[in-house]
C-alpha cells in the first residue's frame, strides 16, 4: 500500500505520497507465488502505515490480517515480514495471525516516538502512552520472544525534561531489540512547522539523543544476551562481514545470526544455537542442517 492517512505533525509523507491506497490482495499474492518460483525465500508487505491495509470488493473485504493469512499460505517455505505498523492499528486479530502461522515473522516494528502524552498528543500520534504499553504487553502475551524495534524522536517542539524522562522510562520499561533514534528536525510545510517553534536548542537536543542513544545500547545487549543457550531457525543470507568462514542470516525476530557454515548459501535454513552475544549480533553455531 502506499501513502499515509495521518497526518502526524512532523512528518512529510501526507504531502509527498498523498492518501492511503491498498492494492488488489490477489496481485499482492501472485507476486509473491511468483517470486517464491523463483527461489526467493522472503517477503515484505510494506506500507507507511500497514495495519490499515483494507481492500473492498464484492467478494469480501480483506484487511491486514486476511492479507498477512492468504500471503503466508503462498508456502510455509516463504516468509512474511511487514513494516511499518503504527500503535493506534495494530490489532489482535493481526497479532493473533502472527502466531497461528510459522512463517509469519516474529518481529514488529512499532515506532513510538515519545514516552510522554503530551508529545504524544503535539505530535498528532493518535495513542497514548498507557495505550502503547497495553499494545506491548499484548504482543509479549501472544508472541512470547517477538522482535521489538522502535523509532523515536528527542526534543520536539516545546518538549521539557520531564517529557524526556519520559521517553526514557518508557525505553527501559519496553526494553526494545534495537531502535532508530533522531532529534527532531523541522521539515518545511509540515503542521508542526505551522504551528509550533522549533524551540529546543541543539546542545539539549543531542544531550537528550545520547541518553536515549545510551540507555537503548544498554537494553539491545541485554535483550541480544537473553538469547543466549537458544536455537533459532535461520534464512541463510550469505557471508558474513568479517569472514568467508562464517554466514549469517536473521532468526524469525529478526535478530543476525553469524555462524562458521561453508556448506549452506543464501536461501537455506539452518538451525543455530546462540553461543554469546553483541548488542546487534548472535554469535552462534550450527546444530542442524
Ligand atoms: Fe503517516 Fe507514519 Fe508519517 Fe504518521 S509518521 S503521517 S503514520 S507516515
Known amino acids: 500500500?502506499?501513502?499515509?492517512?495521518?497526518?502526524?505533525?512532523?512528518?512529510?509523507?501526507?504531502?509527498?505520497?498523498?492518501?492511503?491506497?491498498?492494492?488488489?490482495?490477489?496481485?499482492?499474492?501472485?507476486?509473491?507465488?511468483?517470486?517464491?518460483?523463483?527461489g526467493y525465500k522472503e517477503v515484505t508487505l510494506l506500507g507507511q502505515n500497514v495495519d490499515s491495509?483494507?481492500?473492498?470488493?464484492?467478494?469480501?473485504?480483506?484487511?491486514?490480517?486476511?492479507?498477512?493469512?492468504?500471503?503466508?499460505e503462498v508456502s510455509p517455505e516463504l516468509r512474511v515480514r511487514f513494516s511499518t505498523s503504527n500503535p493506534q492499528d495494530i490489532s489482535d486479530e493481526v497479532i493473533e495471525t502472527m502466531a497461528a502461522y510459522e512463517n509469519i515473522c516474529k518481529h514488529i516494528h512499532l515506532p513510538v516516538q515519545s514516552g510522554s502524552d503530551v508529545m504524544l498528543e503535539k505530535m498528532?500520534?493518535?495513542?497514548?502512552?498507557?495505550?502503547?504499553?497495553?499494545?506491548?504487553?499484548?504482543?509479549?502475551?501472544?508472541l512470547p520472544g517477538c522482535g521489538l524495534t522502535t523509532d523515536v524522536i528527542a526534543g520536539f517542539c516545546g518538549e521539557t525534561e520531564q517529557d524526556h524522562q519520559d521517553t526514557l522510562s518508557l525505553f527501559e520499561e519496553v526494553c526494545f531489540d534495537s531502535a532508530f533514534m533522531f532529534y527532531y528536525s523541522e521539515r518545511p510545510g509540515t503542521l508542526a512547522a505551522k504551528k509550533y517553534k522549533d524551540d529546543?536548542?541543539?546542545?539539549?537536543?543531542?544531550?537528550?539523543?545520547?541518553?536515549?542513544?545510551?540507555?537503548?545500547?544498554?537494553c539491545s545487549l541485554k535483550s541480544y544476551q537473553a538469547e543466549v543457550g537458544k536455537t533459532f531457525k535461520v534464512l541463510v543470507e550469505g557471508p558474513?562481514?568479517?569472514?568467508?568462514?562464517?554466514?549469517?542470516?536473521?532468526?524469525?525476530?529478526?535478530?543476525?545470526?553469524?555462524?562458521?557454515?561453508?556448506?549452506?548459501?543464501?536461501?537455506?535454513y539452518v538451525t543455530v544455537k546462540v553461543l554469546s552475544a553483541t548488542s546487534a549480533t548472535l554469535l552462534c553455531e550450527l546444530v542442524e542442517a
Open 53 to 72: 491495509y483494507f481492500w473492498k470488493s464484492e467478494e469480501g473485504n480483506v484487511n491486514f490480517a486476511a492479507l498477512l493469512r492468504m500471503v503466508a
Open 124 to 142: 498528532r500520534r493518535r495513542y497514548s502512552r498507557e495505550w502503547y504499553l497495553q499494545r506491548v504487553a499484548k504482543i509479549r502475551e501472544v
Open 1 to 38: 500500500m502506499r501513502g499515509c492517512n495521518n497526518v502526524c505533525s512532523y512528518c512529510v509523507v501526507p504531502y509527498t505520497r498523498g492518501a492511503e491506497r491498498s492494492r488488489d490482495p490477489h496481485t499482492i499474492v501472485r507476486e509473491a507465488c511468483d517470486v517464491f518460483s523463483k
Open 200 to 218: 529546543i536548542d541543539i546542545e539539549t537536543k543531542t544531550r537528550r539523543l545520547n541518553e536515549i542513544i545510551a540507555l537503548q545500547g544498554k
Open 240 to 268: 558474513s562481514k568479517k569472514s568467508a568462514d562464517e554466514l549469517c542470516g536473521r532468526a524469525s525476530n529478526n535478530k543476525m545470526c553469524v555462524f562458521p557454515d561453508k556448506i549452506h548459501k543464501a536461501g537455506d
